[in-house]
């Protein structure tokens, strides 16, 4: 028999249970429908919901609620690949299908938002700080384009494998990966137009970037001597 769940808790041994016993069902017995309906359903909710406002991975232009039973439907579908035998919560292999939905949902966003940034903007803004552009720099970035996808895919998977990871890093952090993915099409000379882009990505303050700048670094360098 399930016991009671603490009052603050929504996903505990009571859900974790109630999945073991759901999966011995097969897909549309009404054991297993009734299992999720009366003890996973609303947890699950709360699971993606929780994500996708923690780390800012909300749409705006779509209503929250959509968003969040989108991505429960895409949770359920893979629900019966989990196995508990292999040691992993069902708290963390389901939010992290819900984690990873998410994040490609919000890239599409991000390229249709780096898209309205234009690049007038970031001309006018060159031309307000008296820029200089050096082509020069752009065909060392075209040199070096193996590297720098090879360094987003890092970080990327250091997203997708820390779920805890504070929401400014996480935000951050996928910027980093959007701009190293798509720099040519980005106009980024020096410092002062990186964080500029950064800014209209993220609405973070400067100080917020560099302190989740230096904390990505610092992950970053820790997961190279790690697998080195």
Same mark, same amino acid.
């Given at each position: ?13 009571? $859900? ?5 016993? &759901? #999966?011995? =069902?097969? /897909? ?13 359903? +609303?947890?699950?909710?709360? #699971?993606?919901?929780?994500? %996708?406002?923690? &780390? ?36 963390? =292999?389901?939010?992290?299908? /819900? ?27 060159? %031309? +307000? ?6 082509? $020069? ?12 996808? #090879?360094? /987003? ?5 250091? #997203? ?9 890093? &996480?935000?951050?952090? +996928? ?7 798509? =720099? ?10 990186? =964080?500029?882009? %950064? ?13 989740? %700048? ?11 001597? $790690?697998?080195?």
């Amino acid at each position: 028999m399930l016991r009671k769940r603490k009052k603050k808790e929504y996903w505990g041994p009571i $859900e974790e249970k109630a999945v073991i016993e &759901y #999966l011995k =069902y097969p /897909a549309g017995h009404p054991q297993a429908d009734r299992i999720f309906t009366e003890t996973l359903y +609303e947890p699950l909710k709360k #699971l993606v919901e929780n994500i %996708m406002f923690t &780390y800012n991975l909300a749409i705006p232009e779509i209503p929250p609620e959509e968003q969040i039973y989108d991505c429960m439907s895409v949770v359920t579908q893979k629900m019966r690949k989990f196995n508990p035998e292999r040691g992993c919560k069902s708290f963390s =292999y389901f939010g992290t299908i /819900a984690k990873n939905d998410l994040i490609a949902k919000s890239n599409k966003h991000y390229k249709q938002k780096i898209q309205s940034i234009d690049i007038e903007n970031i001309v006018g803004f060159e %031309m +307000e700080q008296e820029l200089c552009i050096d082509h $020069e720099f752009e065909k060392d970035l075209g040199s070096n384009e193996f590297l720098l996808k #090879l360094v /987003a895919s890092d970080i990327k998977e250091i #997203l997708n494998s820390n779920i805890s990871l504070e929401p400014n890093i &996480y935000k951050i952090g +996928e910027a980093v990966v959007y701009l190293l993915n798509n =720099y040519q099409y980005m106009n980024i000379q020096n410092k002062r137009q990186f =964080y500029f882009i %950064m800014k209209e990505f993220t609405g973070l303050k400067t100080k917020e970037i560099t302190a989740a %700048m230096n904390k990505i670094n610092q992950i970053f360098k820790n997961t190279c001597k $790690e697998n080195h």
